[in-house]
């Protein structure tokens, strides 16, 4: 078994919030890169409650970067999410940017406790659900939190950003 650290920038921001969380760790293969689907099968919840967390490059925007929070089981829209950070266009950010910004590896990036703080879009499907899991900030351990704290730890706003894959 991995010895892992105590905490995580995102775990620590949770417990400092004093926000009520589960942390649901688990192996992570490191040949696997299919970091969602990964975390969904070793938690064993429907794709629709496990969250990925993404960053955008925006260009017509005060903020150069944003994140969006969509659950695995969708894409995310690139236009609505452009819209909802209210940029002109939205494309992926770079990975070594990701990673350089967030603090966090490509993989194991949360939506809490980044480095820098950026303008964030939760997807709309996250607030029918009592509890939705995150990335606890490394490859290996998902947080369980309210989409409502999760909004607001993150001065998030919320928008239908995700869309079925096909």
Request: glycine fraction near 10%; include cysteine.
């Amino acid at each position: 078994m991995a010895k892992h650290s105590a905490g995580t920038p995102a775990t620590v921001a949770l417990t400092k919030a004093k926000v009520a969380h589960t942390l649901h760790p688990y192996e992570h293969d490191a040949g696997n890169t299919h970091f969602g689907d990964e975390a969904v099968a070793a938690t064993g919840q429907m794709p629709e409650r496990v969250f990925k967390t993404l960053l955008v490059s925006c260009q017509g925007s005060k903020e150069r970067l944003g994140v969006a929070v969509v659950p695995v089981s969708t894409q995310l829209d690139l236009k609505a999410v452009a819209s909802a950070l209210g940029a002109k266009k939205a494309a992926m950010a770079d990975p070594a940017e990701a990673e350089k910004v967030t603090g966090y590896v490509v993989g194991g990036i949360s939506p809490l406790g980044q480095k820098k703080k950026l303008p964030t879009v939760v997807d709309a499907s996250a607030m029918v659900y009592p509890s939705i899991f995150v990335s606890g900030g490394r490859r290996g351990l998902q947080v369980e939190l309210s989409p409502d704290d999760l909004v607001f730890l993150t001065r998030a706003q919320v928008a239908d950003i995700g869309r079925r894959a096909l």
